[in-house]
């Protein structure tokens, strides 16, 4: 073994003698050195075990200096092969991946993370932060107690139905921990939206704005329920697309319930598209009208296994 406390040299060759690589003469101007056999570098093993052709161990003590790091590489790294990493791995920049990336463990973010390909995942994926999406999001299924969103395109489901065919959402009690409420939505032969409220010092139910070439204005139907003992006859009088005027018909005050029905076109660029209630089929494939204005849950998302 040579030891020597300063050794200057061109080209320093450790191990066997090795012609091959003595001739990389593009960089003599800069030195080579190269060791066919096992490099340690730092300080001794952990336990004294080699794993490795090239082992780095932690920067020797140095009386008045400090070095924080074992390996530093400034400019481009490759790894050609497996690359295992056991313990923590702090990234300060971009990471570009033009192939797989396969997690087997837990991965903690707290930065940015910026994807331009697809993302694959066979197991769970929990979020505890904020998680934006600048493009579509496509999954049969999403779970999620609160889901916020400026805008939504396409088609959203919040619902679990059993039996099959029976839509329902399920959401976590607001005041009371560990504990959920499970409704089930109305059902009916339309698309039917409705406004309910309460007249006081009016006769005049105002109607949304948005509803116009929304909803079918020919099918509001009103229904009104006087407040207090009095015995009043309240009786609608005029429909328009902005509004509903009630009248009393002894011309009496009054203070009323009331609740404002209407059906939504079924497609609002064309209104003699219907609803087909009961239609022969085996499937919602064989649903006789356009399929397209619809969106079954349990056929076109959200379907179950074994159904």
């Avoid at 593009?26 to 490795?52: D, H, K, M, W």
């Avoid at 070095?67 to 300060?92: R, T, W």
């Avoid at 003699?272 to 056929?299: C, I, M, Q, R, T």
Wanted: with cysteine; charged share 20%; hydrophobic share 40%.
């Amino acid at each position: 073994m040579l030891k020597a406390p300063k050794l200057a040299a061109s080209k320093v060759q450790i191990g066997a003698y090795d012609a091959s690589k003595l001739t990389i003469s593009q960089f003599a101007a800069n030195g080579v050195l190269t060791n066919p056999g096992i490099s340690i570098f730092g300080e001794s093993l952990q336990f004294g075990v080699v794993r490795a052709g090239v082992t780095i161990g932690v920067p020797q003590a140095i009386p008045g200096v400090t070095l924080p790091f074992s390996l530093e590489v400034s400019g481009i790294a490759q790894y050609f092969g497996v690359l295992n990493v056991f313990g923590v791995i702090n990234q300060f920049g971009l990471k570009t991946a033009f192939g797989g990336n396969l997690k087997l463990g837990f991965s903690l973010k707290n930065g940015i993370d910026l994807k331009n390909a697809i993302n694959l995942g066979n197991g769970p994926t929990v979020f505890n932060g904020l998680v934006m999406a600048n493009g579509g999001v496509k999954s049969p299924v999403v779970t999620a107690e609160v889901t916020k969103s400026l805008i939504f395109l396409g088609n959203v489901s919040g619902c679990f139905g059993v039996p099959k065919g029976c839509k329902s959402f399920d959401i976590p009690h607001q005041t009371k921990p560990r504990k959920r409420i499970r409704h089930i939505c109305t059902e009916g032969p339309e698309a039917g939206i409705y406004i309910r409220g309460r007249l006081t010092d009016s006769n005049v139910i105002e109607l949304p704005e948005y509803w116009d070439g929304l909803v079918d204005y020919d099918s509001i139907r009103v229904q009104l329920q006087p407040i207090g003992d009095r015995h009043h006859h309240i009786n609608v009088i005029e429909i328009d697309k902005e509004k509903v005027v009630v009248k009393e018909a002894d011309d009496k005050p009054f203070e009323c319930f009331y609740h404002v029905w209407v059906a939504r076109w079924i497609d609002p660029r064309n209104h003699d598209e219907k609803l087909h209630v009961v239609y022969d089929g085996e499937s919602p494939a064989d649903y006789s009208g356009k399929s397209e204005n619809f969106s079954v849950a349990g056929w076109d998302y959200d379907r179950k296994e074994n159904e």
